[in-house]
């Protein structure tokens, strides 16, 4: 049943369901119409009925069937796969509440198990995961859009590294039309499905807790969809709870993502550099948000280099974050870009309002944002899609900076307001 799609699936009837009552009936006819499938679909009659069926005619493209009355659930699902006809999605449901037969439903190829009773929602999403691979393989999505995958990483706390993160693949998503999928690896104190107004789930947690059990199935279940096309994981795990991890779980939640989205963005707090810096290996883009502050400059330059020793091959993109409009600088954008000796790439400009019209929406920055303020967050989108797509361009270089040099310019321009000051 999980076999590849043929290509006339597009000739068969959209959706059938054979259910075992009528309670379940009445709740698939108005979901069946809301996706503009026929409520007449719906039979009674349940699993058997279904062999039946579709041993005499075509099987369609969604199918659920409703297990309540089998004795022997797995040995009639694997009836049912020998009368369905390639690439068909099967949803099943039932009353038995069995790990053990969930999994062996699943490796015999069924979409999904619903446990009665099951809620209307529930229902829904389970439909909407299947219309979603309907619509669109992923292995004849990869040919066209490559996978990218770009990792944000602020160089210090608060200067809204997470909040771009989670801008940047909305971008990918909404504006490039990409299966994106936003990985907020801050396990503890992680913002990536509270902007988008969210429930995190415990999808990352028992990543991180159980990796052996990570497959395209896990992570189908763990994400979190804000859309069509943007899926989360986030965790807010307990803060008394500390998790421990050899870093196996990311690396295999990375090379599921791949297979499952065209797009990765990972939200990338900078201490996982150091525990973890496999993380960046095959990151096409790193983008290094940073606020112009003298603490900022010291760890940009820092991390810039760390890049450049750990992760040559990977683009880096450089973000000044917060700028306000007027002159209250700590540091100049001449004297930061002199001092990580190499250009800003984006600047985004300080706007309180924004910010705060995006929290109360549950919506990302560049959702909200409109006219100048839209313009950087399509550059920083633009950018990670050009870096991404130019295999054949050379790695940015970040510069690694002596420690007498760093110490001579920070304090060089602690001392340029004191000179003001005494002129």
């Not at 290509?7 to 009552?21: E, I, N, S």
């Not at 790193?286 to 820092?302: C, G």
């Not at 409109?370 to 270089?397: I, R, Y």
Request: overall charge negative; charged content about 20%; some cysteine.
């Amino acid at each position: 049943m999980n076999a590849p799609f043929q290509a006339r699936a597009g000739l068969r009837d959209p959706f059938t369901a054979f259910v075992c009552d009528d309670a379940t009936a009445d709740m698939l006819r108005p979901v069946a119409v809301e996706h503009g499938w026929s409520p007449e679909k719906v039979n009674k009659g349940g699993l058997r009925n279904a062999v039946q069926s579709l041993s005499v005619s075509a099987s369609p493209n969604i199918l659920f069937v409703d297990l309540s009355e089998s004795a022997d659930p797995l040995n009639d699902i694997n009836a049912l796969a020998e009368v369905c006809e390639p690439g068909t999605i099967v949803i099943a449901s039932g009353t038995v509440n069995d790990v053990r037969l969930y999994r062996d439903l699943v490796a015999s190829g069924i979409h999904d198990y619903l446990l009665k009773p099951f809620t209307v929602d529930q229902l829904r999403d389970t439909f909407a995961h299947a219309q979603m691979i309907l619509s669109g393989p992923r292995g004849e999505a990869q040919a066209d859009k490559p996978h990218v995958m770009a990792a944000v990483i602020g160089v210090r706390g608060g200067v809204g590294a997470s909040t771009l993160a989670t801008s940047l693949a909305w971008l990918l998503g909404e504006k490039a039309r990409r299966t994106t999928a936003l990985l907020d690896l801050d396990v503890h104190f992680g913002t990536g499905a509270l902007a988008l107004d969210l429930e995190p789930g415990r999808g990352l947690t028992d990543a991180i807790e159980n990796p052996s059990r990570i497959d395209g199935l896990f992570i189908e279940r763990a994400m979190v969809r804000a859309n069509e096309r943007l899926s989360v994981l986030s965790a807010e795990a307990p803060i008394h709870q500390p998790l421990v991890t050899d870093g196996s779980a990311f690396f295999a939640l990375q090379e599921e993502m791949r297979n499952a989205f065209e797009s990765t963005v990972l939200d990338l707090p900078r201490h996982m550099l150091i525990q973890h810096p496999h993380l960046v290996h095959d990151a096409h883009v790193a983008v290094v948000v940073a606020e112009l502050t003298l603490a900022a400059t010291r760890d940009t330059i820092r991390v810039l280099a760390w890049l450049k020793s750990n992760a040559p091959q990977t683009k880096v993109i450089v973000v000044a974050n917060g700028v306000p409009s007027g002159g209250a600088l700590e540091i100049s954008r001449k004297d930061f870009e002199q001092s990580i000796e190499r250009p800003v790439d984006i600047v985004f400009p300080v706007d309180g309002k924004l910010a705060a019209q995006a929290a109360k929406l549950g919506k990302p920055m560049a959702e909200v944002a409109g006219g100048k303020m839209a313009a950087p967050f399509n550059t920083l989108s633009n950018m990670v899609l050009s870096h991404a797509s130019d295999e054949g361009a050379s790695a940015d270089k970040a510069p690694a900076v002596a420690a007498k040099s760093l110490v001579d310019n920070l304090k060089s321009m602690l001392s340029k307001p004191k000179d003001k000051a005494a002129a």
